[in-house]
């Protein structure tokens, strides 16, 4: 009989009152056994001595549901037959996704030729389950005792592995959806709520402009009052377009202090309700010295209307260009987006690198409001041949864990330029660096130092093997306060992998 198995040893002393599975209290006769692995379909084939083998040094285990099989970072050191049951293999840090399912007639555990030392993940048995397990230390003699399982297992091994890397792929797909939702979905937040709440103050607005207008053409001004009117309105107008753009946004501690000047202008000159007035005013960067000109060439009942009919009128240009603006920035992320997964294209494509950097970043802004972000994208570089969905992933790969490194404060540097026939990418962060004792292990599939649930380890892992795939490679320099990521790829990729 195979050598108890060192689970059994240590774990019940970490997991407390955990139920592991355990030997039967009768053992099952040979004869079930062998009935049993005959389900097996990786053992097709073997002889009636060859079965009697296994049963012979084989060791079962059983155990109901929710008996625990193995824990997450125990020693692994048998080859297993699952003869009934299931059993659901979780992480965790990993949430609640089952990362493997193992039902009865597999042959798994540690097979000879494998390097797999550890548990990946809990498993827990569905159901009652039933196994039989085969020790590392009977691997020799089980090789010569029943040569064909040296295939068998080649074989089972490779199978493993391509499910897990697509298991890896699929888990890497979706922890990258599910980012790229939220931060698309916390960027058309922002513009949304602004272009809904412009709108709905805008029909009250226009109402409220209509009646001033109305107002305003009940006074039966002369025509030459009418005349001075409409040309200080022109007249303010284009200056204040001027003073706009030549200036940008003005700043807020300028506006409430000309928001002051002018409530005391509106104050002394009669201006019913000068607290609704002011602001509009002060946004447009009017000067008190417009507002004598108008004084000047109207009567003092016809004055507080006409500056009222004049903030309204800017009043409702503002909220209509809000609203413009707003869904001018939603069309933009739409197409950002559009851009960035490379929608309705052929699998290789053409790939501007400052245009795909340039859409990664887009879908990140929410996390840059406190970040320096610094391009130097070189204007001669060509566009590189590549699959674009890819490598976006890898700029999202980097730029996320510099942004993580740097908790979303600090200088974000992304620069690219052409070395002979490579395109160059370096993207560089202010945080604190990486430790030089996992240095060498940040590129391995779900290593990963952030807390459990924030990251499955696997976002540089699929960055190297998706540069790999376009004949690319990475590498990282880094000392404290600076992490560089040089990225090289060839201008020219192949048609297929």
Known sequence: ??????????????????????????????????????????????????????????????????????????????????????????????GPMALWVGRAGQMTGKLPFSRMKYYGGDGYLVGSGWSLEIHEDH???????????????????????????????????????????????????????AAQRSASSLFSELRHYGDQKYRLGNLCLSDTHTAQYRSWVARTRSTLTEQETGNGAADALAVSDSEMSLLNWLEQHNIPNPW????????????????????????????????????????????????????????????????????????????????????????????????????DFDPVLPPISGYGRELNQVWTALIENALDAMKDKGTLRICTRLQGQMAFIEVWDTGPGIDPEIK????????????????????????????????????????????CFQVRLPLEQAQAY
């Open 276 to 375: 609704a007035i002011a602001p509009a005013l002060a946004e447009t960067g009017i000067a008190t010295t417009q507002l004598d000109e108008l004084a000047g060439t109207l009567t003092s009942e016809s004055l507080p209307v006409a500056i009222a009919t004049f903030a309204s009128s800017l009043r409702v240009e503002r909220m209509a260009e809000t609203v413009v603006n707003s869904t001018v920035r939603i069309f933009d992320l739409i197409r950002a987006i559009k851009d960035y997964s490379y929608m309705d294209q052929a699998p290789i494509q053409e790939i501007e690198l400052a245009q795909s950097i340039g859409n990664t970043l887009a879908m990140f802004k929410s996390r840059l409001q406190h970040v320096t972000v610094v391009t």
């Open 139 to 193: 691997f020799p003699a089980m090789l010569a005792a029943i040569p064909s399982m040296a295939q068998r297992c080649v074989s089972t091994l490779l199978d493993r592995v391509r499910e897990v890397t697509r298991m890896e792929q699929q888990a890497e797909k979706l922890a990258a959806l599910g980012k790229l939702a939220a931060n698309l979905a916390h960027e058309l937040n922002n513009p949304a709520s």
């Open 440 to 483: 060498d292990r940040i590129f391995e599939p779900f290593f990963t130092t952030k807390a459990p649930g924030r990251g499955l380890g696997l976002g540089l892992d699929a960055a190297q093997r998706i540069l790999q795939r376009h004949s690319g490679y990475i590498q990282v320099e880094s000392k404290p306060g600076t992490t």
């Open 1 to 94: 009989m195979a050598a108890p198995s060192s689970y059994e040893a240590i774990l019940p002393q970490q997991l407390g009152p955990q139920v592991f599975i355990a030997p039967p209290t009768q053992p099952t006769p040979q004869s079930e056994i062998i009935a049993a692995l005959r389900t097996i379909p990786a053992l097709d084939g073997l002889t009636e001595e060859e079965y009697h083998w296994f049963a012979v040094h084989g060791s079962e285990r059983v155990g109901e549901d929710g008996a625990m099989v193995f824990a997450e970072g125990s020693l692994c050191d048998s080859m297993v037959f699952i003869l009934k049951g299931e059993v659901h293999v979780r992480r965790h840090n990993a």
